[in-house]
């Protein structure tokens, strides 16, 4: 009797071999497409929570003023920082700021990859960021002198 | 088995096969897609909470005066009168009053107002007078929290900051005369339900009040301040 549809022993696993091979490139490109995701997800939750150790530590009086800031910015505020291996700035708006500035306002403190670098929308266009914004008492100039009045502090933490 | 048969089994195992795959990188997909919510959501927590507790700071530094060039922008449930606002455009916060408190903190004027509430004569605690004489702390209050809440009425959430007394072991919500510190006047305690996404912070409050005695004889009474935020759609719905 003639074997009609027989190719041979490894002939007849061929059309199994499509599904097999397709299965197994696709399980492995999900798992690496999870991998990334995971870690981005996981870097980002990490940055996050980095941006709000330094939130409490920059309201924990409820009051900021320029010139007071700099024992909590090298004490407590770089160590922070580099212990969460983020860089940061600090930016304090008075009341004369207009708050719709995302960027305005004194920068107070800050750890960059460069010296002196200006902390602004285009500086931070490429990186990963995170961004708080808490209201806080500060110094503000008004006609009739230095008087403490609500203004609000940016913290922004960002990768390299 | 016939070789047919073994070339039809052997397709039918690469079928079975992929539909496993096509199930487990179903169930990546949906712990994917799920993963990280939670933390998000516990960090944005703990960020609000954060602000709420940093503006109860706040106010203890901030000058009143500085407070005077707060308007309620037309907007109703921040004028004195929100039907005046709404009616005839008559849209009138009174921040500009507090131009003459200087040197005066936010905290220390509400508690000014508040040294004459007397809870067993179902006195107004915040009526912006302290007995006989002006003392704005609740139009104080209104102006500071109008500010320092403006991102989260901006974004859609109520808040409301409210005053409690401790007498033994219970607290009694302090009565706010007129309008009260929010910007949803339908709410009048952060004790109301305001669905699941309300959250609510608490911080202890001191007043001295003093008596006329010669020396006078100062007693410590103990509040509660309470702020309150949660999302505006959910007051109505749980109300």
Known sequence: ?160 | MSNARHAQASLFDGITFLTLVMTSIAIIFVSLSGYGSMQNSVINRAHVTNYLQNSFKTIYYVDAAALSSVTCNDEPYYCNSESDCRSSGNCVMGCEELSTWTGLSVAELIKRDMRDYDQASNGTGLDDTFGLSRAPGKLAARCAFKEVFQPFSTAGYSYMVDFKKIVGSSAAQVPQAGMRITNNQQVTSCDQEMGKEKLVVNAPFKVFKCNKASPPQCEGQDFIMTACVWPTRETTASS
Request: one cysteine or more.
């Open chain 1, 1 to 160: 009797m003639a074997r009609r549809g027989f190719i041979g022993p490894i002939g007849d696993d061929i059309p199994s071999i499509f599904p097999l091979m397709a299965g197994i490139i696709l399980f492995i490109a999900t798992l690496i497409y999870a991998n990334d995701e995971f870690n981005a997800k996981n870097s980002a939750i990490n940055l996050r929570k980095a941006g709000l150790d330094m939130a409490y530590i920059v309201v924990e009086k409820g009051y900021v003023n320029q010139g007071g800031f700099d024992e909590t910015c090298e004490d407590l505020l770089k160590p922070s920082a580099k212990k969460n291996n983020v860089f940061f700035a600090v930016m304090l708006r008075d009341c004369t700021t207009d708050p719709s500035e995302s960027f305005a306002g004194t920068e107070i403190c800050s750890l960059t990859q460069e010296e002196n670098a200006n902390i602004n929308s285009e500086y931070l266009t490429k990186k990963q960021t995170s961004i708080y914004n808490y209201p806080i008492a500060t110094d503000c100039e008004t006609p009739s002198g230095t008087r403490t009045g609500l203004g609000s502090v940016s913290i922004i933490t960002w990768y390299r």
